[in-house]
């Protein structure tokens, strides 16, 4: 599913911080990287791109979808069927099991069929990142590391078309960081997802078709050719 | 609903704490209003039933309480002829009541059985009246807290347990049990006037039957019992007619009847004819001062817990800020969050009602012990 913002612009109300996208498109099934200094807007951007926010000006496409001309309970709805998101501190709920926690946007979401395939789809997403004997643990029994990998399988578990990854290895060690990487990347790819992820970890880079540069609450993408930057379009604030 | 199951059970203890915390602070002022409810009902329905007590002058209340509830309480007795006197007026009948003495702590209540229960609409559940001086009728409470039945000995309290020159114990067989009636006779033990006047002393046997751990000593005599080998040779001494009842429940045979019966009384200095409905009214009226006290009290500290369990919920709610937008990102409605989290609230304060409810009514069935 492709993501397009066109001439978008949203302001805080409370700081008066505004971001500018001139013109960006993530093709379907490509994997974008969001890049820059803390506090451009890199988290107001994924935002956006998922309907949290509205543009004060310009408009959002997911796939055939005008995302920022919906309203919020049809923008609500998009987001559960259509994107899966894994932030940037493991926000599961202490009070479920990691069964019940990868399952959640079954449980808070009628249109989705809770049924026997959803919930070995489960088990088969635990088994692909080494969670699969530990389905009944209590959360709080388990490494930062393992609730990472909790969190990914709760944003692939309902079939996305878009995941939607907010600095999900910042609080990891490196040797946790890659390791949970290459499984969301393999699960990825394995479906076929659209992934935009925020990330500060320059090494990573590799792993991404292209990148979205955050500078002075301006957006821009470029293909990402080996450290090369390529400016496929932007714009100034 | 799922959700709210597996946070309460995940937080159970917290949940259980903040629903007893409710559930007491409902059930105090449930149970209290309850309580005074039933007592208003129960002590207002026999008063109502009881159209004139006479007795000493004194303290209406005792007279009234002790008569009516048989509540010790010490009050002045008048002469047993006072009966006779107010039957010979011929427009009411009289039964006399002697309340001064106990058995296994339940009031023995001298009276002339028939003619009591007759007034109450009472009678027997098992066995009859007593057919022999000595012997007694139990109400039903008193059967069941002491496992005792028809053919059962119950002995009377000693009276004065520093005084041994005073008359024994009396075990007294038990010939009839009452059917229950919610009211004082249920907690009653109920003898006639001659064995109330046995127990005091005032009539003994020549030859009775004594019995103790060496009934061959005097000393060692633990207690009387009148069989009917000895029932014959029992007498009082002294003129009957001025051996001591502690009140005489009237029954005018007309309005006409009650104001002579109230207004001959009640200008003595001697005597008083009371109606019990009035007396308790006054009685009541207290209470239900003190009671309306309480319940501005009881709303001081429901508000104080209110504020208590609202501070809890916020705290509760700031804390689980980052649990509401994580859910609201992933797509999860705000109004569903609400309900989520108003159902987890009022499953507690749901259990907190269940809880009053329950203990209102553990209050309500123990009620006859704890007043």
């Known amino acids: 599913m492709e993501i397009e913002l066109d001439k978008v612009a ?47 000006e310009g408009s959002v496409h997911l796939g055939d979808h005008t995302v920022s001309s919906l309203h919020d309970t049809a923008r609500r709805r998009l987001r559960l069927q259509h994107i899966g998101f894994v932030f940037q501190t493991v926000d599961l709920l202490d009070y479920l099991d990691v069964r019940d926690n990868i399952l959640l946007p079954y449980r808070i979401n009628r249109g989705l069929n809770l049924n026997a395939e959803a919930m070995a789809r489960a088990a088969e997403l635990a088994r692909a990142v080494g969670l699969a004997d530990k389905l009944d643990r209590r959360i709080d029994r388990l ?36 390791t949970v990487l290459d499984e969301m990347f393999s699960l990825v790819e394995s479906q076929g997802n659209t992934l935009v992820m925020l990330t500060h970890d320059r090494s990573a880079l590799d792993r991404f078709e292209r990148v979205i540069y955050i500078d002075d609450g301006v957006a821009s993408i470029a293909e990402h050719d080996q450290g090369s930057r390529t400016l496929l379009s932007g714009g100034g604030g | 609903m799922y959700l709210t199951r597996r946070y309460l059970s995940h937080n159970r203890g917290k949940a259980l704490l903040m629903g007893l915390a409710v559930g007491l602070t409902l059930l105090l002022p449930a149970s209290v209003t309850l309580l005074v409810e039933r007592y208003n009902a129960e002590l207002r329905g026999r008063a109502e039933a009881t159209p004139l007590v006479l007795g000493s002058k004194g303290n209406r209340f005792d007279l009234v309480l002790q008569s ?44 002339r059985i028939d003619d009591y229960l007759r007034f109450r609409s009472n009678g027997y559940a098992s066995g009859g009246p007593p057919t022999l001086l000595g012997q007694a009728v139990i109400g039903s ?158 709303l001081l500290v429901g508000l104080a817990m209110a504020v208590m369990l609202g501070l809890v919920v916020m705290l509760s709610l700031r804390l689980r800020a980052a649990e509401r937008a994580t859910l609201h990102r992933i797509g999860c409605g705000r109004w569903l969050i609400v309900k989520m989290q108003a159902a987890e609230i009022g499953a507690v304060l749901a259990g907190g009602a269940l809880l009053a409810t329950a203990g209102a009514g553990l209050v309500l069935w123990l009620a006859p012990r704890l007043v």
């Open chain 1, 10 to 56: 949203y302001q805080y109300p409370d700081n008066g911080f505004c971001l500018r996208v001139p013109s960006l498109v993530v093709p379907g099934g490509s994997r974008v990287a969001v890049v820059g200094p803390s506090g451009t807007g890199k988290t107001t951007l994924l935002n956006l791109m998922a309907g949290v926010l509205v543009p004060d």
């Open chain 1, 143 to 178: 490494s930062q590391g393992e609730r990472q990998r909790v969190g990914v399988c709760r944003a692939l578990v309902h079939r996305p078309a878009v995941v939607l990854a907010d600095e999900p290895t910042s609080a990891l060690d490196p040797g946790t960081a890659d």
């Open chain 2, 68 to 111: 009516l509830y048989f509540r010790s309480g010490r009050i002045e007795t008048l002469p047993v002829v006072m009966v006779k006197e107010l039957e010979a007026r011929g427009d009411c009948e009289a039964i006399p009541l002697h309340v001064q003495y106990s058995a296994e702590g339940y009031p023995v209540v001298g009276t």
């Open chain 2, 141 to 298: 409470e008193v059967a069941r807290v002491l496992g005792l039945g028809v053919g059962d000995l119950l002995t009377s309290d000693q009276a004065n347990i520093y005084d041994i020159s005073k008359a024994m114990p009396l075990k007294m067989p038990i010939a009839g049990v009452l059917v229950p009636t919610g009211s004082a006779d249920d907690r009653a033990v109920f003898v006639s006037l001659q064995t109330t006047w046995v127990i005091a002393g005032l009539g003994h046997g020549h030859d009775i039957t004594v019995h103790g751990d060496e009934a061959r000593h005097a000393a060692a005599v633990t207690y009387a019992l009148i069989t009917p080998d000895n029932a014959d040779r029992f007498h009082f001494h002294g003129d009957e007619s001025t051996f001591p009842i502690s009140s005489v429940i009237v029954l005018p045979k007309s309005t006409k009847a009650k104001t002579l019966i109230t207004t001959r009384y009640n200008s003595g200095q001697r005597y008083q004819a009371l109606e019990p409905a009035g007396v308790m009214d006054e009685l009541m009226g207290l209470v239900l001062r003190v009671k309306r006290l309480m319940d501005a009290n009881l």
